[in-house]
């Protein structure tokens, strides 16, 4: 990743000019001497506010009063950081004549439009072409907001504004059913390496950091987080490094009535066609990745990594379960192939709804493995996206040649399921480190 002090020192005055409460500061130290920290995000994700440095082991977050807290609501970036689309919404609060730029990391302007809006919230796809940083600008008689885009990859041949339209309904919010307010999501970044933390400081901290270099064979970086921790004694727990997004890899996508058995097979949600480039535009591939049959499935980790075991999500459910339990929580229970209570903290606190009306049971995702529910291809026909999240798993060899196990989330349910499904349907992917 490129160095950006300039700019980032720019991103961060912009952001620390609307905030009024105290700062915490948190270092960042990597675990093996041959990594240096490139840059560091950081997410709340009770406020949504985003804070981003680069060339820097610290970073410095703030807690939003009240009133900051309404700028954020009526300007906003999502998703952020992307894979070089997203979206940009904010309130005209009178009509007029708007002004929108793309800057690039060295201040340049890579895209501008003008357009006459009325009051209202108003959309914008933005479209980023390179890696790194960019910040996007929006100029009226009375509005002057900028907000930084982080872009993940370079997906896209050029960048891009286009208007979608005013609304009348805000970008998703966050979830108001969480256990503690302050949840923060690191991202921190060294050269082609990115870790996720989770955590819920209420003071400035310095954090350890392992790296992991988890690539797919198309090229694609993802984020990993790590679970190893040590209980009062000392002693290791958990122990595992999971990657933190769903796989997107598709080297070829088919149709849904497209089944097999024996050959691999990769689906798109709701795209009903062959034209990968196509099907890599589709909302649902940048949202929740890639549905893979057994056979794709097997073979699509990146070098290093492997699809989880049933034993190894066993030991992830333990891990979630040991560490609430030392915070007092005694609600958590295995019934059957079930956990009880685990799935609602790997739940992502967004892109999950509600059905026919259904208890939703939200997430908190404390633990940063943000599932999202990508449902799931069965019998030639999608099903379920925003209410079931599943997930391949290496069984404990009471599959057979025709089913194999997964690990599954629901929207009306706070359990960690482990079940068996056809081998020709199409679910999502998420690798463990070998």
């Known amino acids: 990743m490129k160095q950006l002090p300039g700019l980032s020192i720019i991103f961060f005055m912009l952001l620390t000019s609307v905030l009024t409460a105290q700062d915490m500061v948190f270092t960042f130290i990597p675990k093996d001497a041959s990594n240096s920290i490139d840059s560091i995000s950081a997410t709340n994700l009770t406020s949504g506010e985003s804070v981003f440095v680069s060339g820097s082991d610290q970073i410095s977050f703030s807690t939003t009063s009240i009133d900051d807290k309404e700028i954020?609501?009526?300007?906003?970036?999502?998703?952020?950081?992307?894979?070089?689309?997203?979206?940009?919404?904010?309130?005209?609060?009178?009509?007029g004549l708007f002004k929108i730029n793309l800057f690039n990391e060295v201040g340049k302007i890579m895209a501008s439009q003008k357009h006459y809006l009325k009051q209202g919230f108003h959309q914008f796809d933005i479209t980023t072409r390179f890696n790194g940083l960019y910040l996007i600008q929006v100029l009226g008689d009375h509005t002057n907001l900028s907000e930084k885009i982080i872009t993940t990859e370079n997906r896209y041949y050029s960048e891009d504004i286009q208007y979608m339209g005013s609304t009348t309904q805000k970008f998703p919010e966050k979830s108001t059913v969480v256990d503690n307010p302050d949840?923060?999501?690191?991202?921190?970044?060294?050269?082609?390496?990115?870790?996720?933390?989770?955590?819920?400081?209420?003071?400035?901290?310095?954090?350890?950091?392992a790296f992991y270099e988890c690539i797919d064979a198309g090229g694609r970086i993802y984020a990993i987080i790590d679970y190893t921790n040590t209980d009062e004694e000392g002693d290791t727990i958990g122990n595992q490094i999971w990657?933190?997004?769903?796989?997107?890899?598709?080297?070829?996508?088919?149709?849904?009535?497209?089944?097999?058995?024996?050959?691999?097979?990769?689906?798109?949600y709701n795209y009903d066609g062959n034209d990968k480039a196509e099907a890599k535009q589709k909302v649902n591939y940048e949202t929740y990745g890639v549905l893979y049959?057994?056979?794709?499935?097997?073979?699509?980790?990146?070098?290093?990594?492997?699809?989880?075991?049933?034993?190894?999500?066993d030991m992830l459910a333990e891990f979630i379960k040991y560490i609430l339990q030392v915070e007092g929580n005694e609600a958590y229970n295995k019934l059957g192939e079930d956990y009880k209570g685990?799935?609602?903290?790997?739940?992502?606190?967004?892109?999950?709804?509600?059905?026919?009306?259904?208890n939703?049971?939200?997430?908190?995702?404390?633990f940063g493995f943000s599932a999202r529910p990508g449902g799931y291809m069965g019998n030639g026909f999608f099903d379920?996206?925003?209410?079931?999240?599943?997930?391949?798993?290496?069984?404990?060899?009471?599959?057979?040649?025709?089913?194999?196990?997964?690990?599954?989330?629901?929207?009306?349910?706070?359990?960690?399921r482990m079940e068996q499904i056809k081998k020709n349907a199409g679910l999502c992917v998420r690798c463990i480190k070998d």
């Open 342 to 358: 685990v799935g609602a903290h790997l739940k992502d606190i967004i892109g999950w709804e509600m059905y026919n009306n259904v």
């Open 293 to 313: 049959n057994w056979e794709a499935a097997k073979t699509v980790c990146p070098d290093g990594w492997h699809l989880p075991s049933k034993a190894e999500c």
């Open 183 to 209: 949840i923060i999501h690191f991202l921190v970044y060294s050269g082609d390496q990115i870790t996720k933390i989770a955590d819920s400081p209420s003071a400035s901290k310095i954090y350890e950091v």
């Open 243 to 268: 990657m933190a997004e769903n796989m997107d890899y598709l080297p070829s996508v088919h149709p849904p009535k497209s089944l097999s058995y024996t050959e691999p097979r990769y689906y798109v």
């Open 72 to 95: 954020f609501e009526n300007f906003s970036v999502f998703p952020n950081p992307s894979d070089g689309k997203t979206k940009m919404q904010f309130y005209a609060e009178q009509s």
């Open 384 to 416: 379920a996206i925003k209410r079931y999240g599943l997930w391949w798993i290496v069984g404990d060899g009471s599959g057979t040649t025709l089913y194999e196990w997964y690990m599954s989330l629901h929207n009306d349910s706070d359990r960690f």
């Open 360 to 366: 939703m049971i939200y997430g908190n995702d404390e």
